[in-house]
């Protein structure tokens, strides 16, 4: 499996844009890059993933390096509800979670 | 349509008691996953169901755990004796398929166990 490394914690303006960047620099050709996020009292949510490509949709973009060691999750204009704790998960098949980024949106 | 539906949500308990929790996964999911979140960390797998099969229970610890999925639908994990360090959250998931080709997974909100 790919180690993912993330900042523990960031700050975001609401209303501005969100980018949380994830390091993966051992990600194997056929690992997909998944992000899930973990609202409070509340199970991890699905966002978003991709292989090689940009991929965007309804809750996020998600930007992947052309070398694929890295990758950052764009939320393009964050809310209050955007608070939470970010996984960004590299594997085949199973999702491995490590500690996530704790994102905070500030009013 | 109905997420994946937990019960209960809290559960307080002394030491050596036993335990269970219960999970519905969302209709025509045939996969199921039993996930242990301690505080401040992401969630583990504890073990894996394909329909009624038990297809990767290696992070289960047999000597108090066990789950079961009986009829490929429902299941149940079960702590006896419980332990103060298996205070957590203990959540469940499911998804459309096979671990083989990436199925979203859909998160439940969890079951708080406390042990005194």
């Known amino acids: 499996d790919a180690k993912t490394t993330q900042p523990p914690s960031m700050d975001c303006a609401e209303g501005r844009a969100a980018n949380l960047p994830c390091n993966h620099s051992?990600?194997?050709?056929?690992?997909?890059v998944y992000w899930y996020r973990q609202i409070h009292s509340q199970g991890p949510q699905y966002i978003i993933h991709?292989?090689?490509n940009n991929e965007t949709n309804e809750m996020a973009s998600l930007i992947i390096t052309e070398d694929r060691k890295s990758s950052t999750l764009i939320l393009p204009h964050a809310t209050l509800r955007d608070t939470a704790v970010y996984y960004c998960?590299?594997?085949?098949?199973?999702?491995?979670f490590g500690q996530g980024t704790r994102l905070t949106i500030n009013p | 349509e109905a997420g994946v539906v937990q019960s209960p949500r809290y559960k307080i308990i002394e030491k050596k008691q036993p335990v269970a929790f219960w999970c519905n996964p969302i209709?025509?999911?045939?996969?199921l996953y039993w996930y242990l979140q301690n505080l401040g960390q992401g969630p583990e797998l504890l073990i894996r169901?394909?329909?009624?099969?038990?297809?990767?229970d290696s992070q289960l610890p047999k000597d108090r755990f066990s789950a079961e999925r009986l009829k490929g639908v429902d299941s149940t994990l079960k702590i006896q004796p419980a332990e103060l360090g298996d205070s957590a959250v203990y959540l469940c998931?499911?998804?459309?398929?096979?671990?083989?080709?990436?199925?979203?997974?859909?998160f439940g909100p969890g079951t708080r166990l406390t042990v005194l």
């Open positions: 998931a499911s998804s459309l398929g096979t671990d083989k080709v990436y199925n979203e997974q859909f």
């Open positions: 051992t990600i194997s050709g056929n690992e997909y």
């Open positions: 991709g292989l090689k």
């Open positions: 998960i590299v594997r085949v098949g199973q999702l491995v």
């Open positions: 209709s025509g999911h045939n996969t």
């Open positions: 169901y394909e329909n009624e099969e038990a297809v990767d």
